[in-house]
């Protein structure tokens, strides 16, 4: 059962070919990574599977519903479609507690006449969501130190935390990553992929990930999707992936393996 | 002093005032706005009823400019809506002012909707530059729509009147004004305790991430616009009935421009610095002419040397403020009960 089905998805802006004609699967419940070389498409396919770009052709289907261009990113966010970006997009101006309780925003109902009084059901709610995202989300994603701190005082590898924490809130079936851990160090990237692997498994949430890091990627993925030049090269395992020549080819520009190995490394085996 | 505060529930964390001190505070500050007017004179008094008004206008202004980032230099038009509609219900309808202040609230968010609309396709300057045009068209109505307006000689009205009572002096005025001011400040802290409130915020910082949270930026923006719009609404309502004459004159484009700076001077985002900002720019003037008057006694060229040294004087402490504490007052507030935290035991 696949949640999300991408089929023959073209865009281009002017001349330029960002996706040509891509389709794959996401299949439900697992980690699905896009991986590509820079350029290859792989922020475009994000932007339009969340709405923001509109493919000149093809279709994307969301649990079985054809996301039409009719339907804008508002409203694809409450689909249970959330998203992170590759630059970190969080609300700088705001503590972490009210960036990530801004991700159950679709989920809450409150109008503005009981927001003025902060009386009754505006209150109630608030209250919900603040346990929510305190015993569901804080303590999960071990960010509680952190809460009152305003965003823009972080370092960077909790800014993505805090990031997916506000993805989270969202309640999502199809959490969508964008680099989650570029540009982090070793011990941030684990706890990442530590967090990846327990929101698949304890939170049964499909995960679709976009990223360079070839040792994560093959160590947490379920599901290989490579583009290359807007086109999918190939998809499998990520056993079979990284055997295949093409990829190999996209990404070092030289089919034959062993002898850029050699060429790299003139000692051979010495390292 | 502020030490063992732990909370038992989120509800304690989540209030507006999270430790007794602050409580003791506020009820201090809600006994002195009560004392007040029986202190006062009748000068301070009537600077006591324009502070309020104006600390409500700002507060509007700082809902859509503060935060939710959209400049508007519209305020004072919206005022003029609003202080309109107090002065045509009560010269052909006699309302009490509970409603025609609602009413007039009302009819500057409706306005304000409309002036809105563009702020999805434009931002920043250019948003100015509309909400400026929509100054102009709204001043340009005031003046020549005479069968309702009264045109460039505007309208006079009765003073505001309850349950038979009228409210014609200052002294009566100001509890209108000042209750009024208090509890339209504390909806508007509240507003940013909500959904609505953080996704205003979240605009302002980055609107393209809202969206992507199911942030629909249009009914937001327009929301915010309607919010801000009400409480200018209200506050030229409370301004026609404070003088009691309505002219096309009474809200120039400096009157927005003079909100707009009280908003930046008290803190843009702010529900404190709304106020300090509102206080400062409708005080200082006052104190900078206080100030001739006790050195008229020594120099008594003051006056004559003063007076066109007051817009200057007071045109620099604004700049000072941008330079020195660009996040306005409210951080000196904010600065001052930091060091008193965990004060005397560390600072």
Known sequence: ?271 | MRIGDAKQSYEADEAIWTTPTQKMWFGLFLLILLVFPFMADSYLLYLGCLVGIAVISTTGLNILTGFTGLISLGQAGFMGVGAYTVAWLSVNTGLPFPITLVLAGLMAAAVGILVGLPSLRVKGLYLAIATLAASVFLHFIFAEWESVTGGMGGLSLEPAHLFGWSFQSDFMMYFIIVPLAVLMVLAAANVFRTRIGRAFIAIRDRDISAEILGIDLLRYKLMSFALSSFYAGVAGGLFAYFYRVVTPESFPLSMSIFYLAAVIVGGMGNILGGILGAAFMTLVPEALKLLTAALTPFYPNAPVFMSPMLEIIFGALIVGFLIFEPHGLAEIWHRIRRFFRLWPFQN
């Open chain 1, 1 to 271: 059962m696949s949640v999300l089905d991408i089929s023959n998805l073209s865009l281009s802006f002017g001349g330029v070919k960002a996706l040509q004609d891509v389709s794959f699967r996401v299949p439900e419940g697992t980690v699905t990574t896009i991986i590509g070389p820079n350029g290859a498409g792989k922020t475009s396919l994000f932007n339009c599977i969340s709405g923001f770009y509109k493919p000149q052709q093809g279709t994307i289907s969301y649990e079985g519903q054809v996301l039409s261009s009719g339907i804008k990113p508002p409203r694809r966010a409450a689909l249970g479609l959330a998203r992170t970006f590759q630059n970190i997009a969080l609300f700088r101006g705001m503590t972490v507690l009210d960036n990530i309780k801004l991700g159950a925003h679709v989920h809450m109902k409150s109008g503005l006449l009981s927001a003025l009084a902060y009386f009754g059901p505006a209150r109630r709610e608030e209250m919900v969501v603040r346990k929510d995202v305190e015993q569901r989300i804080i303590d999960f994603l071990e960010i509680d130190h952190i809460r009152r701190q305003p965003v823009a005082s972080l370092s960077y590898g909790l800014q993505k935390r805090v990031e997916l924490a506000r993805a989270l809130a969202m309640q999502p079936k199809v959490l969508m990553l964008d680099e989650p851990v570029a540009g982090m160090n070793r011990e941030e990237k684990e706890d990442m992929a530590r967090f990846i692997l327990d929101i698949r498994e304890e939170w049964g949430i499909t995960v679709l990930m976009v990223e360079h890091d070839m040792g994560m990627v093959m160590d947490i993925s379920d599901h290989i999707v490579v583009l290359n030049f807007g086109q999918v090269i190939t998809e499998g395992l990520p056993s079979d992936v990284q055997k295949n020549p093409e990829v190999i080819k996209a990404y070092l520009g030289n089919s034959d393996i062993d002898s850029l190995r050699k060429k790299l490394n003139p000692e051979g085996e010495a390292a």
